[in-house]
């Protein structure tokens, strides 16, 4: 028996739609000549009514798959990956197709989980992305189970789904951060601690949860070597994703701020962390403190991050995506290529002419 895990291909030396699967050790291939989406189904259809003998239990609900599907989850992810989930599945998806039999389960039924979500919760275009990833894996989930083969191919997110706002740093916001150390706290003003951490996030892209990851024995000379995260749970993973181990080429600036990190953090060793930043939320409250002594647009740790991708936009884009770790379909600029020999350099020099001319004008 087997499962449609896949979808119909288009062959441009035989302008047809081709797809293989396989059941009880046979293979098959079907076709479709229609051009577009439609032959794309076609194909597709083919080959479900040849696996559909294949489906174990034409009873199972939904509601019950689904709850085996996110204690998978949690078994082989990190708390803040599959909390999120969880929070979704009882929200959003649980009333609309919780007590519907997998077997009977259609796209449709799937695009109307997102037409509902968005239209008693007018949630972001961000959250709705994450759910229809959601309801994707879940799908992918059910073939590998023989549960069904349903496989959704153009769910689509409410055109009129607003774009989350976030708040970037500009020019003149960036020559403050590098000219002000101070912040006030309980009245009186004192050095920030955490400064060095935030001129970091700006100057390199890291995720709030790779600074808190930090530790000395990942900084090399001219690079960091990335390969883990504290989450907002305080767990230690091995970051977002695998473009999320990676290696960030060090800008001159880069450098003399965790220079000065060290220097003011006394004896440290390899083990130690940069950066002593005990929870998520302390950072965020402290870089907000900063942010309103300093008058300056009040953002999050993780909008550094942004700042620093709008900064860096002149880059070509696949030079971006290699420092903040980006997988090849993450649209940061749109564009993608493969990394080339002496790219990291290439980074590290373009990088160090874009921070001194902002310092230089202000």
């Known amino acids: 028996m087997g499962a449609r895990v896949n979808t119909a291909i288009w062959m441009e030396s035989s302008q047809r739609w081709r797809i293989d699967v396989q059941k009880d050790g046979v293979r098959r291939s079907f076709y479709s000549s229609k051009p577009g989406r439609n032959g794309q189904r076609e194909a597709n259809r083919k080959a479900d009514a040849w696996l559909d003998d294949g489906i174990q239990d034409q009873r199972m609900k939904v509601g019950a798959a689904y709850l085996k599907f996110l204690e998978g989850k949690q078994q082989t992810t990190s708390r803040s990956n599959w909390t999120p989930m969880m929070s979704r599945w009882k929200n959003h998806i649980s009333s609309v197709i919780a007590r519907k039999q997998i077997s009977a389960l259609t796209e449709q039924d799937l695009q109307e989980v997102l037409n509902r979500a968005y239209a008693r919760s007018k949630l972001s275009r961000k959250t709705l992305v994450c759910l229809r990833a959601d309801l994707c894996s879940f799908m992918k ?163 550094l991050r942004h700042t620093f991708v709008s900064i860096a936009k002149v880059l070509p884009a696949g030079l971006v995506k290699s420092l903040v770790g980006h997988s090849q379909d993450m649209d940061t600029f749109g564009v993608y290529s493969h990394e080339l020999d002496g790219d990291a350099q290439q980074q590290a020099n373009a990088l160090n002419a874009i921070f001194s001319r902002l310092l230089a004008h202000g």
């Open 141 to 303: 989930y059910c073939r590998k189970a023989r549960l069904t083969t349903l496989f959704p191919e153009s769910l689509t997110i409410p055109t009129a789904a607003a774009r989350g706002e976030r708040t970037v740093l500009q020019p003149q916001d960036f020559v403050v951060l590098f000219n002000s150390d101070r912040t006030m706290y309980y009245g009186k003003v004192v050095q920030d601690d955490m400064i060095h951490a935030y001129r970091l996030a700006v100057l390199t892209g890291l995720r709030p949860g790779e600074l808190r990851g930090l530790r000395w024995q990942d900084v090399k000379k001219d690079r960091l070597e990335l390969h883990r995260s504290t989450n907002c749970y305080n767990e230690i993973t091995d970051g977002k994703n695998q473009n999320a181990r990676r290696c960030v080429e060090l800008s001159d600036l880069a450098r003399m701020e965790l220079e000065a990190q060290r220097r003011e953090s006394g004896k440290v060793t390899g083990d130690m962390l940069v950066f002593d930043i005990p929870t998520a939320k302390r950072f965020e409250l402290h870089l907000a403190r900063y942010c309103k002594y300093n008058n300056i647009p009040v953002c999050t740790p993780y909008e």
